[in-house]
């Protein structure tokens, strides 16, 4: 993994250019090599996310964390209040 630090909060994610991180969430479930420098972190996170849904990398701890916290918080139910 790269020197970028995982984000582990659900809060965060409003902080990510969501069409990137949909194109790295792809690209992670094709096992496309790790991004450089070249890509956003939204993307990069997504690509984190897909490595692991592809089932080509391990989940980590930041990525179990930020599973609980969304369920934690109501993360995605919030999401479908706002829309």
């Known amino acids: 993994m790269s020197a970028r630090v995982p984000l582990r909060r659900a809060v965060l994610l409003d902080t990510l250019n969501s069409d990137e991180v949909v194109e ?3 690209d992670g479930r094709k096992n ?5 420098g070249n890509r956003s972190f939204s993307y990069w996170h997504g690509w984190r996310n897909g490595m692991a849904d592809g089932y080509h ?5 930041a990525q179990r964390e930020m599973a609980h916290d969304v369920i934690e918080t109501g993360y995605l139910r919030n999401l ?3 829309a």
């Open 80 to 82: 479908r209040a706002v």
């Open 57 to 61: 990398a391990e989940p980590d701890d």
């Open 32 to 36: 496309e090599p790790e991004p450089g």
């Open 24 to 26: 790295g969430y792809h």
